[in-house]
C-alpha cells in the first residue's frame, strides 16, 4: 500500500516561501502541483488495489459456491447457490444512472462487487420471507428436516465495505477522505454474505414459484446454474491436468488399491493443494451406505489386524464398481472428510 504525502514533508519549502513571499512564486505552486500530483497517484495506486481485490473476491465466491457439495436430497439444490447465481445476474447488468463507461477504470469491479453484494442482500431477505409466507419450502440437508426458522446473513461487513470501498473521489477534500479509508479498512475480506450451506430447496418447485413471480423467466434458473457448473468444471480440468500424474507415475505406485497392513500403519496423507476431485454423489451414497449397514461408522472406520480386510476392502466386495472407480469414490469422501479412520 503506497503512503500518502503529508503536508508536513513540504514544510521547510513553504516556511522559506512565506518568509520571502516575493521570491520562488513559481517555485512554489510547483511544489504544490507535485505534492497535489503525488497525493492524487497514490489514491489513484490504492484505487486500483482495491479494486482487483473486489474482483478477485467475486472470482472467489464463484468458486467457492462451485465447491460445495451437492446435497444428498433428489433434486435438491443449496440455497445461497440459486441466489449467487440471481446477483451475478445483477452484477452484469448495467446500474441505472452509472453506465459503466462512465466509470473510471479503477471504479469498475468496486462497483459491480457492490451491485453483486446489493442483490444478495435483498434476495436473502425476500427469500427468507417468502419461505416463511410458504411460496417454498426449505430443508436442512444434513437433517431433511424442514427449515423453519431460516437466520439470514449479517450485513454489518457489508455496510463497513460499502463506508470504505465506495466513497465519492471525485473532489480533492473526498479524495483525502477515501484514502484514509481504504487504508484504515481491509475492505475485501468480507465473509457470512450467504445463507449457510445446508439450506436446500427443491430446484423444480423454487423455479415454479420464481416463474410465478416474475422473477426470472421459465427455465432461466436451471441455466444459469448449469451455466456456472460448466464454467466452474472448464475451470477444474484445466487445474487437474496442470498437476495430473503419468501413466509411468501411477503403475510406480506401491499397493496402489490394496487393504494391505502398510495402508493402515501410515497416517493418510495431507489434502492436496488445489480443487478437490469431481462429484459422483450416488457413488458415494453406495459406499456410504454399505459402510452402515455393516456396522461401522464411516468417521471411526477400524483398523483391522494384519492379513485381514478391513472396511474398505469389504465394501468393495460388496458393491458392483470397478477398482478403479471405487477407488476414486474413496478418496473423494476421504478428500471432503465423510470417511476417517478412528
Excluded at 516561501?17 to 505534492?35: C, I, K, S, T, V
Excluded at 427469500?127 to 437466520?151: K, Q, Y
Excluded at 471525485?170 to 454474505?193: I, Y
Excluded at 485381514?308 to 478418496?331: H, I, N, Q
Aim: proline residues 7%.
Amino acid at each position: 500500500m503506497p503512503r500518502l504525502p503529508r503536508r508536513r514533508e513540504n514544510r521547510d519549502t513553504f516556511t522559506r516561501l512565506a518568509r520571502h513571499p516575493n521570491e520562488g512564486a513559481r517555485e512554489g505552486a510547483q511544489a504544490m502541483d507535485d505534492f497535489q500530483s503525488a497525493l492524487n497517484a497514490a489514491i489513484d495506486t490504492m484505487a486500483a488495489d482495491i479494486d482487483m481485490a473486489c474482483k478477485r473476491r467475486l472470482r472467489d465466491t464463484k468458486w467457492n459456491l462451485a465447491l460445495e457439495r451437492e446435497p444428498c436430497l433428489k433434486g435438491a439444490v443449496s440455497l445461497r447457490r440459486i441466489v449467487h447465481a440471481l446477483a451475478l445476474r445483477a452484477a452484469e447488468s448495467v446500474q441505472e444512472g452509472r453506465p459503466e463507461f462512465r466509470l473510471h477504470p479503477n471504479e469498475r469491479w468496486r462497483w459491480k462487487y457492490h451491485r453483486y453484494l446489493v442483490a444478495v442482500v435483498r434476495l436473502n431477505a425476500a427469500l427468507a420471507e417468502a419461505a416463511r409466507r410458504g411460496g417454498f419450502r426449505v430443508r436442512d440437508s444434513l437433517t431433511r428436516l424442514p427449515a423453519d426458522n431460516i437466520e439470514l446473513p449479517n450485513t454489518e461487513t457489508i455496510l463497513q465495505w460499502e463506508r470504505a470501498a465506495l466513497p465519492d473521489t471525485r473532489t480533492p477534500e473526498s479524495k483525502r477522505r477515501a484514502a484514509e479509508l481504504m487504508t484504515t479498512f481491509n475492505g475485501w475480506l468480507l465473509c457470512g454474505e450467504h445463507f449457510s450451506a445446508s439450506l436446500v430447496v427443491d430446484l423444480a418447485e423454487f423455479s415454479a414459484w420464481a416463474e410465478a413471480e416474475g422473477i426470472v423467466t421459465r427455465g432461466e434458473i436451471a441455466e444459469r446454474l448449469s451455466a456456472i457448473e460448466d464454467e466452474f468444471m472448464a475451470m477444474q480440468a484445466i487445474a487437474q491436468d496442470s498437476r495430473m500424474p503419468s501413466e509411468d507415475q501411477k503403475q510406480s505406485d506401491p499397493q496402489d488399491d490394496a487393504d494391505a497392513p502398510t495402508e493402515h500403519a501410515a497416517p493418510e496423507e495431507a489434502t492436496p493443494p488445489g480443487p478437490p476431485p469431481l462429484i459422483q454423489k450416488w457413488q458415494e451414497s453406495e459406499i456410504l451406505r454399505v459402510l452402515r449397514e455393516r456396522g461401522y461408522d464411516p468417521q471411526r472406520l477400524p483398523r483391522g489386524p494384519a492379513g485381514t480386510p478391513g472396511p474398505k476392502a469389504e465394501v468393495r466386495a460388496s458393491l458392483d464398481m470397478t477398482p478403479a472407480v471405487f477407488k476414486k469414490a474413496w478418496e473423494r469422501l476421504r478428500w471432503y472428510g465423510d470417511i476417517a479412520d478412528a
